[in-house]
């Protein structure tokens, strides 16, 4: 997939898109309600999700040619209410990797973040990956419960430097149909 190409899907309830510069406060404001995820990234300072932080990180993102940091916003219209960041092809594996799901803590519950990880994953079928990962943190219960109502499948467990130390991530994959155009 050519970076060229800008991501932009909608579903039967979001827009999902790449993430804009006029999104930086509202995706702020998602990772603020998520004082769990925080919790679990104890390691990152509180601070490094303040709005800077997040502005260098969409930044950093946007220089990698196959990854996509996308914005999930209701489908008529309205502030961001959740990301999805993933990549393409991961240099470790050669497989496409979901790296993260967050959605506000006001939309979670609702089906919000299964529909952007269903058209992102209908988006990696179209594009002829048998399969999807993802990585979870052993101790995020919410998150592997999440990965596995998707019909993500745990195939190992690995220890992953996270800010400097390791911690035991589940590593989940979702098989996904061969694409038949027609």
């Not at 946007?62 to 914005?71: K, Q, T």
């Not at 209908?122 to 999807?132: E, F, T």
């Amino acid at each position: 997939m050519s970076r060229n190409q800008v991501l932009r899907w909608e579903t039967d309830r979001l827009q999902i898109r790449e993430v804009e510069a006029r999104d930086l406060e509202d995706l702020h404001a998602v990772f603020a309600s998520n004082a769990d995820f925080l919790w679990l990234r104890e390691n990152i300072a509180a601070t490094s999700y303040d709005l800077t932080a997040l502005s260098h990180y969409w930044e950093h993102a946007a220089l990698d040619p196959g990854r996509y940091v996308l914005s999930v916003c209701a489908k008529q219209g309205g502030p961001a209410i959740g990301l999805v960041d993933f990549v393409d092809q991961s240099p470790a594996d050669g497989m496409p990797w979901i790296g993260l799901v967050v959605i506000h803590a006001d939309h979670q519950r609702r089906g919000v973040g299964s529909e952007a990880v269903m058209a992102v994953t209908a988006h990696l079928q179209l594009q002829g990956h048998s399969a999807v990962r993802m990585a979870v943190l052993e101790d995020n219960e919410a998150g592997k419960e999440f990965a596995r109502s998707l019909g993500f499948k745990d195939y190992e467990t690995s220890l992953t430097p996270t800010g400097g130390m390791p911690r035991l991530v589940v590593l989940l994959e979702l098989r996904l149909a061969p694409h038949v155009s027609g």
